[in-house]
């Protein structure tokens, strides 16, 4: 089962310029997020969506954006790219609302902003 | 504020046994979680805690005590693919969870 699928795996941006890094699960997961992981830091929640239809902000949401137009699907767009977006994305789906259960990640996006 | 503290790095012999610790200060406690990531693949699950008292599951084991904020993970009979990062997590009083920035155990032959 492939679960969680991220693209592009890699990715070189010109600061300026927009972005958006895809994320599919074929797990029915009600709950959806994203993540930032840079290196000497934990993971930092970006934005998260409970359900389909709705989102919300995490610790560090400022330059991203989201939708959950459905279940599958939860893509995260930089609308103009700064070099501190320079990270390894992680998305990430639980069954049930909240970061309460287990999470399943993708295999992650790294991005890197010049 | 709240705060995770983990060791950063940690290295131990192939066949032995090697203890990660994690403290916590966190507004609120809602479970522990632990996650295992490998150099440059994703994190995942390894185990969760909720209550006080040692959780086993085959060669790993964890470990929580609410009341000093602390974990710890064992990890017995150490192979090599047991090299990765290890990351503690708290879910705190409004359920999102708090990371710590991970130990990397490095494992020798």
């Known amino acids: 089962t492939a679960g969680i699928t991220q693209a592009p795996t890699s990715q070189i941006l010109a600061a300026g310029r927009s972005m958006t890094l895809r994320c599919t699960q074929d797990m029915r997961h009600n709950a959806m997020y994203w993540y930032r992981q840079d290196l000497g830091l934990g993971l930092r929640l970006i934005h998260y969506s409970n359900t389909a239809g709705t989102t919300g902000k995490g610790e560090v949401p400022d330059g991203y954006s989201v939708s959950r137009a459905n279940t599958d699907d939860f893509p995260l767009t930089l609308a103009s790219a700064v070099p501190s977006q320079t990270s390894v994305y992680f998305c990430?789906?639980?069954?049930?609302?909240?970061?309460?259960?287990?999470?399943?990640f993708g295999e992650g996006s790294r991005l890197t902003v010049l | 504020g709240q705060n995770i503290d983990q060791p950063t790095e940690m290295t131990a012999t192939e066949g032995a046994i090697v203890q990660i610790n994690c403290t916590y200060q966190?507004?609120?406690?809602?479970?522990l979680f632990w996650y295992q990531q490998h150099a440059g693949e994703a994190p995942t699950f390894l185990s969760y805690?909720?209550l006080d008292g040692l959780e086993e599951k085959g060669r790993f084991s964890s470990f929580l005590s609410r009341s000093k904020g602390y974990s710890y993970l064992l990890l017995k009979e150490l192979q090599m693919k047991d090299s990765a990062s290890y990351l503690c997590?708290?879910?705190?009083?409004?359920?999102?969870?708090?990371w710590g920035a991970g130990t990397k155990l490095i494992i020798k032959p």
């Open positions: 990430a789906s639980s069954d049930g609302a909240g970061e309460a259960g287990e999470l399943f």
């Open positions: 997590a708290v879910l705190g009083s409004n359920y999102q969870l708090i």
């Open positions: 966190t507004s609120g406690f809602n479970g």
């Open positions: 805690n909720v």
